[in-house]
Antibody, heavy 122, light 109 residues
Framework: QVQLQESGPGLVKPSQTLSLTCTVSGGSISSGGYYWSWIRQHPGKGLEWIGYIYYSGSTYYNPSLKSRVTISVDTSKNQFSLKLSSVTAADTAVYYC??????????????WGQGTLVTVSS | SYVLTQPPSVSVAPGQTARITCGGNNIGSKSVHWYQQKPGQAPVLVVYDDSDRPSGIPERFSGSNSGNTATLTISRVEAGDEADYYCQVWDSSSDHPYVFGTGTKVTVL
């Protein structure tokens, strides 16, 4: 059973960089056919996709966040990470990591982490 | 960018059928996925590719997709089905391809 677990600071100061790591267990992040995404949910709101990475290091980001987002992968640790720079209160959200299964169709997020709340505040 | 519209809320009595719609321009040409999210928990995939169910998801959950509307149907609703439900598509024509619906709160009366 694949499991994903987010980790990182729950409080970040405005203008600083938010950094989160997702540790994958029960399966290899290097397995082909899977893309690894970050998705966030503002308090009481809907889901917003941030970006993905493939185990090879190939990335794709939400255009609205692209200038501030970096996603990286460490296959030796079976982890991938999110960095979001120049954060403001508008970046306060629950951040999820998720696995996307690509087969017949795209965008099927079949496994999710439990989510971690990141608050941006001084 | 592509927009998916869901009703904010649906109420249903136990044992009845809940239908949650997801509207989008020619959504019938896309594959629609549905997620269930209970309070304080991560979303869970309940239907993918319009009508397929992941293992472990009860047969009470079914989906359809045609024209401008996709529908998630929950038959024989139980108290445990009370949650937010989100539809989602991958829009190949957009630079923001991962699109989630606005979400529907299902209340079991």
């Amino acid at each position: 059973q694949v499991q994903l677990q987010e980790s990182g600071p729950g409080l970040v100061k405005p203008s600083q960089t938010l950094s989160l790591t997702c540790t994958v267990s029960g399966g290899s992040i290097s397995s082909g056919g899977y893309y690894w995404s970050w998705i966030r949910q503002h308090p009481g709101k809907g889901l917003e996709w941030i970006g993905y990475i493939y185990y090879s290091g190939s990335t794709y980001y939400n255009p609205s966040l692209k200038s501030r987002v970096t996603i990286s992968v460490d296959t030796s640790k079976n982890q991938f990470s999110l960095k979001l720079s120049s954060v403001t209160a508008a970046d306060t959200a629950v951040y999820y990591c998720a696995r996307e299964l690509r087969g017949y169709s795209y965008g099927v997020f079949d496994y999710w982490g439990q989510g971690t709340l990141v608050t941006v505040s001084s | 960018s592509y927009v998916l519209t869901q009703p904010p809320s649906v109420s249903v009595a136990p044992g009845q059928t809940a239908r949650i719609t997801c509207g989008g321009n020619n959504i019938g040409s896309k594959s629609v996925h549905w997620y269930q999210q209970k309070p304080g928990q991560a979303p869970v995939l309940v239907v993918y590719d319009d009508s397929d169910r992941p293992s472990g998801i009860p047969e009470r959950f079914s989906g359809s997709n045609s024209g401008n509307t996709a529908t998630l149907t929950i038959s024989r609703v139980e108290a445990g089905d009370e949650a937010d439900y989100y539809c989602q598509v991958w829009d190949s024509s957009s630079d923001h391809p991962y699109v989630f619906g606005t979400g529907t709160k299902v209340t079991v009366l």
